[in-house]
Nanobody
Framework: QVQLVESGGGLAQPGGSLRLSCAAS????????MGWYRQAPGKQREWVAT???????NYADSVKGRFIISRDSAKNTMYLQMNSLKPEDTAVYSC?????????WGQGTQVTVDS
């Protein structure tokens, strides 16, 4: 069983930055990819970014050029550096780990962007 724990959320001003972390613990047998998703109040969960086992990254258009996803494999931790934050980035951010055939989710961390 794998557990994912997010941290680093909080309140930021528009134009500010936050760095989210997602720490994985447990037995990962066949790591394929990790990703960040977010869900704003009253909206469906949306994909934010993905990083694969080979280090390839992809971003949603809404965050491209502002957010950076990275991973420290030695620490089993994934990060999301969020820059130039906008009020519309306010959401609960959750991480996902794909370890086929298993899929794991974290509980989420709240990010609020407000002046």
């Amino acid at each position: 069983q794998v557990q994912l724990v997010e941290s680093g959320g909080g309140l930021a001003q528009p134009g500010g930055s936050l760095r989210l972390s997602c720490a994985a613990s447990g037995s990962i047998f066949n790591f394929a990819a990790m990703g960040w998703y977010r869900q704003a109040p009253g909206k469906q969960r949306e994909w934010v970014a993905t990083i694969t086992s080979g280090g390839s990254t992809n971003y949603a258009d809404s965050v491209k050029g502002r957010f950076i996803i990275s991973r420290d494999s030695a620490k089993n931790t994934m990060y999301l550096q969020m820059n130039s934050l906008k009020p519309e980035d306010t959401a609960v951010y959750s991480c996902k780990l794909l370890d086929p055939p298993r899929l794991y989710w974290g509980q989420g961390t709240q990010v609020t962007v407000d002046s």
